[in-house]
């Protein structure tokens, strides 16, 4: 069956970085558009960047851009989100997603940034 299964997520300093890993399973990867959301405390799931099946396109929310970077390696059926310059207000669950007739989402996987 479908398994995404986030990993990565921390507790960071402001300023630092994390890498998030999502590990994909039960379905052809390398023909399937992938997106990293997330869910901060007391506040509605957000899109956080997508990428299209080949890695040739990404798009990211405006409060991410130059310091988020979505990337993939279809061979490991892997997607990745690298976050440079983290803020406080990333503090949230970050979680894995695809749509195809349905939505399939990952376990999440928490990200803390204080000091």
């Known amino acids: 069956q479908v398994q995404l299964v986030e990993s990565g997520g921390d507790l960071v300093q402001p300023g630092g970085s994390l890498r998030l890993s999502c590990a994909a399973s039960?379905?052809?990867?390398?023909?399937?558009?992938m997106s990293w959301y997330r869910r901060a405390p007391g506040k509605a799931r957000e899109l956080v960047a997508g990428?299209?099946?080949?890695?040739?396109?990404?798009n990211y929310a405006d409060s991410v851009k130059g310091r988020f970077t979505i990337s993939r390696d279809n061979a490991k059926n892997t997607v990745y989100l690298q976050m440079n310059s983290l803020k406080p207000e990333d503090t949230a669950v970050y979680y894995c997603?695809?749509?195809?007739?349905?939505?399939?989402w990952g376990q999440g996987t928490q990200v803390t940034v204080s000091s």
């Open positions: 990428i299209s099946n080949d890695g040739g396109t990404t």
């Open positions: 039960g379905f052809i990867f390398s023909k399937i558009a």
């Open positions: 997603y695809f749509r195809v007739f349905r939505d399939f």
